[in-house]
């Protein structure tokens, strides 16, 4: 009974001091090496900094005993110091002192530093921790020469700590080494020990492993510990338990197939050859088999019709590879030779990582079939309504094609011959009293009205015939040329024109002219009463899209009727007070609009008015 004190207290216990033990013993070993590292770089960086200030010694030494002293003599005579990696030596002038001959120092890094130096009249050091370089300017005092000059000279003094980290490199070989077999030995009495005690352990092993086996009247091995003590109770009420479970299982599967047999779908499963092994009531109802014919043997492609059945195989074979799988539509045979459609997916039986069959389901679309041919007749009927349609539109619009012309030519001539005849009477009645020529004046300035007024509608009318030629123009070149041409027309010598950022956009050039065209008229037209008209042209960033602005100091208007603007024939205005069509905004929301852009204004009565637009 040499195992019978481990009953005393929880194997745990043990363990835990086996651990606490081993780290101890660790964490000895590390701190061993820990501070033998430490010692190690400490003295060699004392070494190191013993040799720096000899070195530096020796040249204060060197310097005021000799003359010729060079940076090759100097190399030499510190041979021996293997932290020196370089030297250069300075005057005062800051010229650097190369054999017999002397060089401008032109780095003015270096050159602040020698200047300091040479201010301070003190050694100067820089050290750079990450490259483990440390840079000493040595200033050596030697007075003045007979002409006066400083003799003085700075000694540039390049050190590495390379020797130290190659030092303490081929240390750290003998440590990690020492380590390693401290580590080895701890490791083995440890393993040996744990092998001794966990004995029991293995005993209990393996007759659990019995009992695994499907022995549930197997004894086991008395335990040690109380962790072992507990641990046996757990497992006889495992055993219970595992009864149970299997009673539980077993009521699950019957409710698992109950619910597979009420499912509205077909559900089947088949072998790797695809020998149907298992379906539900709905998918025997579907082909009309019972449950002999499948024992007797149903193979699924036997039940597809034959046009379907070397796809199937296919892809039979692709989804036991792994090859996911989408729905597919076949056509399925029953058992009376009767056909119908249906829609199938499956996926792979697998037994780890081992196909072993197919599980799927299926369902029968012959209801949809139905629907999908009616919803294909409702289509050609409505491409062949859409078909009418687009032939009476034509028809409309060849007739609107001809009444712009009558409108164009037959209104016309009638207009020229009352603005003619009243011209003639003018001319030919210079007597007439000044009450009938006022009278004839103003047949003629109507008649010119009108004529303006056919030309905009007939404008307007051909806008939703027009093809858009869509390219990259620059508005504010676009601006300028508008702004002159009006300048032609209209008296623009008062007015102040701002035309700020205006972006590049892709439109059509000659109805972006025209948009631009209107906008400026009009806002000459409604702020000419101003001491001093200003019309401003910009942009700006709306929700993340480009908008153009036209904005005026004018007259206004009350936005209660912003919404009229854009209509044809919407005035705000008498033609007696502003002159025009009521045609021009129109025109230009319809162009707009025809970019997929929109234009909407902002104004107060009195305070000017702004017009944004977009050009989609």
Request: glycine content about 6%.
């Amino acid at each position: 009974m040499k195992h019978q004190f481990l009953r005393k207290d929880p194997l745990s216990y043990y363990f835990i001091g086996i651990i606490v033990i081993f780290l101890i013993v660790i964490g000895g070993v590390v701190g061993f090496i820990g501070l033998s590292y430490i010692s190690t770089e400490r003295t060699l960086q004392v070494h190191a900094l013993t040799l720096k200030h000899q070195t530096e010694d020796n040249l204060v030494a060197l310097f005021q005993s000799t003359e010729d002293v060079n940076e090759n003599l100097i190399m030499q005579r510190e041979d021996g110091n293997p932290y020196l990696e370089n030297v250069r030596i300075f005057d005062t002038r800051l010229r650097h002192l190369v054999d017999t001959t002397s060089v401008e120092t032109k780095d003015p890094g270096r050159r602040e530093i020698l200047r300091s130096v040479i201010a301070n009249r003190s050694t100067l050091e820089i050290a750079d921790p990450q490259s483990g370089i440390t840079t000493r300017y040595l200033f050596i005092e030697r007075g003045v020469d007979s002409s006066g000059s400083d003799r003085s000279r700075i000694i540039e003094l390049t050190y590495t700590d390379q020797p130290i980290q190659d030092a303490l490199e081929s240390n750290v070989i003998y440590y990690f080494l020492f380590g390693l077999i401290a580590l080895v030995a701890c490791a083995l009495v440890v393993v040996i020990f744990i092998r001794w005690i966990t004995l029991p352990i293995r005993k209990m092993v393996d007759d659990v492993d019995r009992i695994a086996g499907g022995d549930l009247d197997h004894p086991l091995t008395p335990p040690v510990g109380a962790e072992l003590i507990q641990l046996e109770e757990s497992i006889s009420t495992m055993v219970a338990g595992l009864k149970d479970h299997i009673r539980q299982h077993q009521m699950s599967e019957k409710r698992f197939m109950d619910i597979v047999q009420l499912l509205p779908q077909g559900v089947f499963e088949t072998d790797l050859d695809g020998n149907v092994t298992f379906a539900n009531s709905m998918a025997l109802e579907a082909f009309r088999f019972t449950q002999d014919d499948i024992r007797k043997g149903v193979n699924i492609f036997g039940l597809l019709a034959p046009q379907d059945r070397d796809p199937a195989r296919q892809r039979f074979q692709n989804i036991l590879q792994g090859v996911k799988s989408r729905g597919i539509e076949v056509t399925a045979i029953r058992k009376d030779s009767t056909t119908f459609p249906m829609m199938v997916y499956t996926t792979a039986i697998m037994d780890g990582e081992t196909p072993v069959g197919t599980r799927g389901g299926f369902i029968d679309i012959t209801h949809l079939k139905s629907v999908e041919a009616e919803i294909r007749k409702l289509n050609q009927e409505l491409e062949q309504r859409v078909t009418d349609r687009t032939r009476q539109l034509v028809e409309v619009n060849r007739n609107l094609e001809s009444f712009t012309y009558s409108v164009s030519h037959d209104l016309r001539a009638p207009l020229r011959a009352i603005s003619g005849f009243s011209s003639i009477l003018q001319h030919d009645l210079p007597d007439i009293p000044e009450i009938d020529r006022k009278y004839l004046n103003l047949i003629q300035q109507n008649a010119h009205d009108m004529g303006q007024l056919i030309d905009d509608l007939l404008g307007f009318s051909r806008l939703g015939q027009f093809s858009l030629q869509k390219k990259t123009i620059f508005p504010a070149a676009l601006v300028r040329d508008v702004i002159q041409d009006l300048g032609t027309e209209m008296n623009l010598s008062k007015v102040e024109f701002r035309i700020g950022n205006l972006p590049l956009c892709v439109a059509d050039p000659v109805l972006m002219r025209q948009v631009m065209a209107n906008l400026l008229s009009n806002a000459i037209k409604f702020s000419r009463t101003r001491d001093r008209p200003v019309v401003e042209i910009g942009s700006s960033i709306d929700d993340g899209k480009q908008v153009y602005f036209v904005r005026d100091n004018g007259i206004g208007f009350d936005m209660r009727y912003a919404d009229k603007i854009f209509g044809v024939f919407e005035r705000l205005h008498s033609s007696e007070e502003y002159e025009g069509t009521g045609v021009g905004l129109a025109i230009v929301h319809r162009i707009v609009e025809l970019h997929g852009g929109k234009i909407w204004a902002e104004s107060e009565v009195d305070k000017g008015a702004t017009f944004y637009f977009t050009c989609g």
